[in-house]
């Protein structure tokens, strides 16, 4: 694949706001994990999130227009504005521009207001702003509107692996000469709902007596996911000379032996992805330098990307790194996972994993614990989906 350029990243994200505060975060390898006071969880078995705090959303959008937007918009909304800040750049130098985001679920919390509005005042009364702000498209759109971006707009929904779908799709039309630049990235909200449905499918990491709650991805103490929120946007280019990197090459697959809300055991399918998207890279196997995995924190989903991993690279597993534990799971954390790979690979140092002390004896490798500098010129980046979805990329250093 012709390599794109990520010339912008814009980051609204639990525990920081801006690529300087991101990066800060991840050097000091501080999860931004809390106990949920955003709504009541003492029905539930888990009652943690990394949530998004200190965001002031008037420092990105009038006041007259943040009244418009639901809570998916407005992160994303900053986030962009933060992406066409960092690169330097002005909307209207960009010309043609696409817009490509991922959400897990889409504003549920806007549609759970809406349908009380309509049960309770009825379909005439109902606040129609309500309702437009309830489909997933919302947040794209509002970027696209904000900055006259007139190329493609397209959302995708493919639950943990949403946002790197989203990235693969913006590429492709990029090297098609479709556009020249894409805004691209994840957005995420939490919400009493969502949170309350994966507590109840047990999904959710929880305290059992042995550990307290918490995201520990790879861990043999494992128990399940933490939800995270916030919006992260990259600006993609054709022909970029100076990035943060390079989107050079993906790769997607099916599980099929994966439930609706589950992930499977179908270990060859997600190295087949690997392999895919290394190929597309015109890069071999040896040279991946890192590994930015997809781990988070789930029992089945470590074990199947562990196992990938050690059938398609074999003894030689390239460092890992894992990086929900600092801010959750979902499109959100899938776009700040792919924005960690760039810091990597701008900064020259893999990234310590969060929530990680003590290994699986099912899965005899180490993942990176402490902040290194390292040679990284190509960096495999995973996403797993429950459901079977399957998307991998390399990141790499050079534009050719």
């Known amino acids: ?28 390898g501080k999860t931004a994990i809390s106990d949920v006071d955003r709504f009541d969880t003492s029905a539930f078995s888990s009652h943690k999130a990394a949530i998004v705090r200190d965001f002031k959303v008037r420092d990105f959008i009038p006041p007259m227009k943040v009244r418009r937007m639901n809570v998916l918009s407005r992160y994303a909304v900053a986030a962009a ?8 750049l002005e909307p209207t130098a960009l010309g043609e521009t696409g817009v490509a985001l991922g959400t897990a679920f ?15 005042k009825g379909a005439a009364l109902a606040p129609p702003q309500l309702f437009a702000e ?24 493919q639950r943990e692996s949403s946002a790197l779908s989203a ?55 494992r128990n399940g996911m933490i939800l995270g929120e916030g919006s992260a946007i990259l600006l993609a280019q054709a022909n970029a000379e100076d990035a943060y990197g390079y989107l050079s090459g993906f790769g997607i697959a099916r599980d099929t032996t994966a439930s609706l809300s589950d992930w499977g055991d179908d270990h060859e399918a997600v190295a087949t992805a690997m392999g895919a998207a290394i190929d597309d890279a015109s890069v071999t196997p040896d040279e991946i330098d890192a590994v930015y995995a997809s ?20 003894a030689r597993i390239p460092p890992v790194v894992a990086t929900k534990g600092y801010f ?41 614990r402490h902040g290194r500098p390292a040679e990284l010129r190509h960096v495999l980046v995973n996403s797993l989906s429950a459901g079977g979805g399957v998307v991998c990329a390399v990141l790499s250093r050079e534009a050719a």
């Open 1 to 28: 694949m012709t390599r794109v350029g990520i010339t912008g990243i814009g980051v609204v994200a639990p525990g920081a706001v801006g690529i300087d505060a991101f990066r800060a975060q991840l050097a000091g």
């Open 81 to 88: 504005h933060l992406a066409l800040r960092d690169s330097g």
């Open 106 to 120: 889409g504003p549920v919390q806007t549609s759970v207001d809406y349908m009380q509005e309509y049960v309770e």
């Open 134 to 157: 309830s489909v997933a498209n919302a947040p794209g759109s509002h970027i696209a509107i904000e900055n006259g971006f007139r190329g493609f707009n397209v959302t995708v929904t």
């Open 167 to 221: 990235a693969m799709y913006a590429a492709s039309q990029i090297v098609k000469g479709t556009v020249r630049t894409a805004m691209i990235g994840g957005v995420e909200e939490l919400n009493e709902m969502i949170f309350s449905v994966l507590d109840r499918l047990g999904a959710l990491g929880h305290a059992n007596g042995a550990v307290i709650e918490g995201a520990r991805p790879f861990d043999r103490r």
């Open 295 to 314: 781990a988070n924190s789930t029992r089945r989903a470590d074990r199947l990307e562990y196992l990938a991993l050690q059938a398609f690279f074999g």
């Open 328 to 368: 959750g799971e979902y499109a959100a954390g899938g776009g700040l996972q792919i924005v960690a790979a760039l810091l990597a690979i701008r900064d020259q140092k893999l990234h310590a994993s969060a929530g990680y002390e003590s290994g699986d004896p099912d899965m005899r490798f180490d993942l990176e």
